[in-house]
C-alpha cells in the first residue's frame, strides 16, 4: 500500500538547520524493543534493557551521521515500544529533513521484517540497506511487518524547548516506572460529572473531595495596569493571595493559561499544594503528563480534567477555550 507522509506542523520549512524531536513507534505498540528493568522498585534507578533488535536499532542511530554528516544526533533513548531521538541539522540540505527520516525509518522496517525471518540475525549499520526486503512467513516473536507508522517529527524552535525536550528524552525509564508502580493515578478516568458537564480525568480523584476551591484568573485589567501603567500592586496582590489561600488548604482550580497564572501553577508545584488543572484537550491512549505535572500526579497532588475528546491534531489553544475553561475552573469551585 502506498505510504503517504504527513508531518505534524504544517507551514514549517523542513530544509536548513534546524533541531526536530523525532519518534519512532513499532507497530501497535509492541514491546519488542527492550524490557524496563526496576531495581528495588525505584523509577530513578529505571533503565531498558535492550533487546537484539533494540541493540540494531540504536546502532542505526549512531552510525546515522555516516550517512547524512550534516546531522548530529544531540540526545536519544530506546524504549520497549519506541525510539525517541532528538537532532541537530547543522547546515542546509539539498534534500531535507524528511528524507533523512525516511531513510532511518527503512532501515528500521527491513530490521523488523529480517528479524521475522531470522530471530537471531546479527547485523552491520554500514550494510544495513543491503538486508532482505523479503516479507516473512514465519510467525513467533517479531510479527512482520514492524514499524508501519510513520514517524511523529516535530521542530523544536522556541526557546528552552531544547533543553526540556532532551530532559523529557533522559527521564522516559523512571516516567514509565513511575507508571508501572502507580498506575491508578495515570489511568484515563471517563464519565466525571461535575456541575452538569462531563470530564475525562487523570490524577487524584480524590481531590474532589476537599472542603475548599478557588479559582486562578488572572484579570486582564490588572495585566494592562502594571504594564502600561506600572501599577502592579493588584497583579501581586492577587497572586500572593492565591498563593496564601493553598497555603490554608484551598484547592487552587484553573487551566493556568496565562504568564501570570503559570507563575502561580510554579510556585503550587513547588509548594507541593493539591492543584485541579484544567487541560484543553482530552486524552490519549498513551498519554503523559507533561514534565512540569508529572510528579504532581504521580504523588497525588494533581488532578487534570478535561471535557473534550483528545484531538491529536489540535497544537494551539483558542480563546473560544480559554474562555470555556475559565468558566469550568468557576464552576468546579461552586459546585464541590
Not at 506600572?230 to 488548604?249: E, I, S, T
Not at 510556585?267 to 503523559?288: Q, R
Amino acid at each position: 500500500m502506498e505510504e503517504h507522509w504527513h508531518w505534524q506542523e504544517r507551514g514549517t520549512a523542513w530544509k536548513g538547520i534546524g533541531i526536530y524531536h523525532v519518534t519512532l513507534t513499532v507497530t501497535s505498540r509492541q514491546p519488542l524493543l527492550g524490557e524496563l528493568v526496576i531495581p528495588g522498585d525505584d523509577p530513578v534507578k529505571a533503565y531498558i534493557n535492550e533487546s537484539p533488535l533494540g541493540k540494531d536499532l540504536v546502532q542505526c542511530v549512531i552510525h546515522w551521521h555516516e550517512h547524512y554528516p550534516e546531522i548530529r544526533v544531540l540526545q536519544f533513548y530506546l524504549m520497549p515500544d519506541h525510539l525517541h531521538i532528538v537532532v541537530h541539522v547543522q547546515r542546509a540540505m539539498p534534500y531535507g529533513i524528511m528524507t533523512v527520516i525516511r531513510g532511518l525509518w527503512q532501515a528500521a522496517k527491513k530490521l523488523g521484517r529480517a528479524y521475522s525471518e531470522e530471530k537471531r540475525l546479527s547485523f552491520n549499520p554500514n550494510t544495513i540497506r543491503s538486508i532482505s526486503s523479503k516479507r516473512s512467513s514465519v510467525t513467533g516473536e517479531y510479527d512482520s511487518p514492524l514499524f508501519t507508522e510513520i514517524p511523529f517529527v516535530r521542530p523544536l524552535s522556541r526557546k528552552g524547548q531544547l533543553q526540556s525536550m532532551i530532559r523529557y528524552v533522559q527521564m522516559n525509564p523512571q516516567r514509565l516506572a513511575t507508571k508501572r508502580l502507580k498506575p491508578g493515578f495515570f489511568c484515563v478516568q471517563p464519565d466525571i460529572v461535575i456541575a452538569d458537564r462531563t470530564y475525562s480525568a487523570v490524577g487524584n480523584i480524590a481531590l474532589l473531595q476537599y472542603n475548599r476551591y478557588s479559582p486562578v484568573h488572572v484579570r486582564s485589567m490588572w495585566v494592562q495596569d502594571a504594564e502600561q501603567h506600572g501599577y502592579d500592586q493588584p497583579l501581586r496582590d492577587y497572586k500572593n493571595g492565591c498563593v496564601f489561600a493553598a497555603r490554608q488548604g484551598t484547592v487552587m482550580v484553573s487551566p493556568f493559561i496565562s504568564q501570570h497564572e503559570q507563575e502561580v501553577l510554579h510556585v503550587l508545584l513547588k509548594e507541593k499544594h493539591p492543584i485541579i488543572y484544567i487541560a484543553d484537550n482530552g486524552f490519549g491512549d498513551y498519554f503523559k503528563p507533561s514534565d512540569l505535572l508529572f510528579d504532581a500526579v504521580a504523588e497525588g497532588r494533581l488532578l487534570i480534567l478535561s471535557p473534550w475528546p483528545y484531538d491529536p491534531d489540535k497544537h494551539h489553544v483558542t480563546r473560544t477555550d480559554c474562555v470555556a475553561m475559565n468558566k469550568m475552573a468557576e464552576d468546579i469551585c461552586a459546585a464541590l
